[in-house]
């Protein structure tokens, strides 16, 4: 069925002919000991440095250290207004409107604060439906807030497995869960590319059975922000939350991105919490008066954000504004189902790829499962140069990123793991 063929001349064909392969130089690729590019393939856990962000991030140290607090409307790139600079772009790789659109805190945070206001639990409808590998970040915040409404973590969280013996989770079993109790289920909170076996869930779908059965829905999309196209506004979920240094490459620990959905822009109803950022634009440094609910997703930020963070989110999304998700999704899907073949190719019955198969349910991550291996073997993959991911007990995360990561990397990567099994 593919059009992939074996052998290193391949790649090396296959990278000759990618529109994008020059984006590579454009970052910096971390070295071995002797000064050789590592074969990269963490971007799923920390996106690598552009090498413009290092200017972007002098801008405004320059600014600051030549302006001070006049860096807030002076600045080459006013700092009062400094979010609204990422929306378009952010919104464009989310697949939102600019109004459904904030950079603002860290991911867990908004996660928070996105169940502040979507998750009103009644005595009646209090549960929280979580996908059963969610990242640990996700759950535990999710069995707090149940606690935080004196509920009981275990009675009110509903887990969707997957079937004994099988990795991914099935639409027909969520389906018959909330059969069973959609009606005790205020909210649906789903990693939207699962951390761990890298399955891309059907959002549309999702959001319309949660809907149907009267839940809020929302996605965790950290493992989908820069990676797939998650139409997010299309797809019809209350709220989205990602982080920005994954697929986004803007640095360790940067900011997050939150959607909120359209229709709840002008919903003053909504319980939430709010700071002086939360407040109309227009009169927020009169600092007297009625609070002003900002509307759109604008109006869930708190406090004056970090600039420096910013800037850094700012030169990754404007590389992502230049490239556009769809060629970057085009590439991902020929470089990733290269991965596969060559995974395939190696005929060994130890290994399996428990990733979906059909690329339209996954992004560029495979999760390869390896048989009776234990961390020595990731150990050996790292001596030999791969920097990848190991998650217990027996799975390899490998990331092929579009943006920097070449068809000859992948073809290195499989060769050296080939040699350690
Ligand atoms: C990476 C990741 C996190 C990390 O949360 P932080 O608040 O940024 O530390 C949380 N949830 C998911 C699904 C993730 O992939």
Redesign the pocket.
Known sequence: MSNYTLGRDFAQQLDKEDQLAHYRNQFHIPKDKNGDDLIYLCG??LGLQPKVTKDYINQELEDWANLGVEGHTEGKNPWLPYHEFLTESMAKVVGAKPIEVVVMN??????HFMMVSFYKPTKKRYKILIEAD?????KY?VESQLRHHGFDDKEGLVLWKAREGEELANYEDLEAILEAQGDEIALIMI??V??YTGQFFDFKRIAALGHKNGCMVGF????GAGNVNLDLHNSGADFA???T??YMNAGP?SL?GCFVHERHAHNKDLNRFTGWWSHNKETRFNMRGEFDQLPGAEGWQLSNPPILSMAAIKASADIFAEVGMEKLTQKSKKLTGYFEFLLNELNNSDIKIITPSNPNERGCQLSIQVKNADKALHHKLTESGVISDWREPDVIRCAPVPLYNSFEDVYNMVERLKACL
Do not use: I, M, R
């Not at 965790?220 to 493992?223: I, K, L, Q, R, S």
């Open positions: 799923n856990s860290t991911l867990t945070a908004n996660l969610a990242f640990p970040s996700d915040a990693g939207g699962n951390y965790d999309c950290a493992h939350v990602w982080c240094y994954k620990g997050s």
